[in-house]
């Protein structure tokens, strides 16, 4: 059975930093592109940034990119956001997934293309 277990969510002042894990197991990891996702109260659930099998391409929402990066170590199973210069709006609940199919072409930003979840991490930015 896959799991995916977030950490590393807290409570930062605006312009802080958070670095945000994620730890895969159940499948070969490194057979699947991951994302990450958030979702802020009463809002929908939105792509966040995305990271291929190996590593070689990444991919952001705007409102990250610059500020967040992603990144993987599949010796490890595990998937990395770091996340600097946050903002009150990054508020949210934090979600890694895996992506359905093993070696996509390209990266996708759509939650249906996302199998497997974990349960999230709160991320909250003080202004």
């Known amino acids: 059975q896959v799991q995916l277990v977030e950490s590393g969510g807290g409570l930062v002042q605006a312009g802080g930093s958070l670095r945000l894990s994620c730890a895969a197991s159940g499948r070969t990891f490194s057979d699947y592109a991951m994302g990450w996702f958030r979702q802020a109260p009463g809002k929908e659930r939105e792509f966040v940034a995305a990271i291929t099998r190996r590593g070689s391409a990444t991919y952001y929402a705007d409102s990250v990119r610059g500020r967040f990066t992603i990144s993987r170590d599949n010796a490890k199973n595990t998937g990395i956001l770091q996340m600097n210069s946050l903002k009150p709006e990054d508020t949210a609940v934090y979600y890694c997934?895996?992506?359905?199919?093993?070696?996509?072409?390209?990266?996708?930003?759509?939650?249906?293309?996302?199998?497997?979840w974990g349960q999230g991490t709160q991320v909250t930015v003080s202004s």
């Open positions: 997934a895996t992506d359905r199919l093993p070696a996509r072409v390209s990266l996708t930003t759509k939650l249906t293309d996302y199998d497997y």
